[in-house]
């Protein structure tokens, strides 16, 4: 059975400073990962997603995740935070045997000025 | 349609109500997801469709829960004598086809709250 972890439920960064929100996995076949963001009562958003192609993956408003398979990890990073970046974070898991998708519980980024 | 659409966005119920909440997945969607999303909690799965047919119902809570897409589009998840701890955010989403690589697209969801 599949499952997320993500190691942090809250992050505060200063604006300017690297972003690293950090998710590990589980998943019985080969998994596709994504990121997910969701901006206060918004939808959610895709930042972007792994399906065994690049292992590095870039995503929109310049995040990117690395997957590391000896790891089970899909760290999502930011070289530079910006203000409008403070949301909550969510890693996705599924794979190709039972096509379910499973969040994460989140971890809430904020950004101080 | 062009997005996800889901009805009604906000449903006040008192408690031993039912409720019927609505989605419309992108039109052409395969796949067709409901969450429930606690405050402060991530989206739970709950149940997916492919076309019409019910392949997964095990995220569903108990038996009054209950979800349909009888023609393949259109899915309706229906809470039956609600509770309080029904009480959630329900989103649904769709994707293109079946296929644990392609991306979920969501609704803006439906705010559930039982008095």
């Known amino acids: 059975a599949q499952s997320v972890t993500q190691l942090d439920s809250h992050v505060s960064v200063s604006e300017g400073t690297p972003v690293l929100l950090r998710c590990n996995y589980s998943?019985?076949?080969?998994?596709?990962l994504f990121w997910y963001v969701q901006h206060p009562n918004k939808g959610l958003q895709l930042l972007l997603k792994?399906?065994?192609?690049?292992?590095l993956v870039k995503g929109i408003n310049g995040f990117e995740a690395e997957f590391k398979k000896s790891e089970t990890s899909f760290h999502l990073t930011k070289p530079s935070a910006h203000m409008s970046d403070a949301a909550e974070y969510f890693c996705?898991?599924?794979?190709?045997?039972?096509?379910?998708?499973?969040f994460g519980t989140g971890t809430r980024l904020k950004v101080l000025a | 349609g062009a997005g996800v659409s889901q009805s009604p966005r906000y449903k006040v119920t008192k408690r031993g109500q039912d409720v019927a909440l609505r989605c419309d997945p992108i039109?052409?969607?395969?796949?067709l997801y409901w969450y429930r999303q606690a405050l402060g909690q991530g989206p739970e799965f709950l149940t997916y469709?492919?076309?019409?047919?019910?392949?997964?119902k095990s995220g569903l809570p108990n038996d009054r829960f209950s979800a349909e897409r009888p023609e393949g589009s259109i899915s309706t998840l229906t809470i039956q004598r609600t509770e309080q701890r029904d009480s959630a955010m329900y989103r649904c989403?769709?994707?293109?086809?079946?296929?644990?690589?392609?991306?979920?697209?969501f609704g803006a969801g439906s705010r559930l709250t039982v008095l």
């Open positions: 989403a769709s994707s293109a086809v079946p296929s644990g690589a392609n991306v979920l697209t």
């Open positions: 998943s019985s076949y080969s998994p596709s």
């Open positions: 792994y399906t065994s192609a690049a292992t």
């Open positions: 996705v898991v599924s794979d190709s045997g039972t096509y379910k998708y499973i």
């Open positions: 039109s052409g969607h395969v796949s």
């Open positions: 469709f492919n076309y019409e047919a019910q392949q997964d």
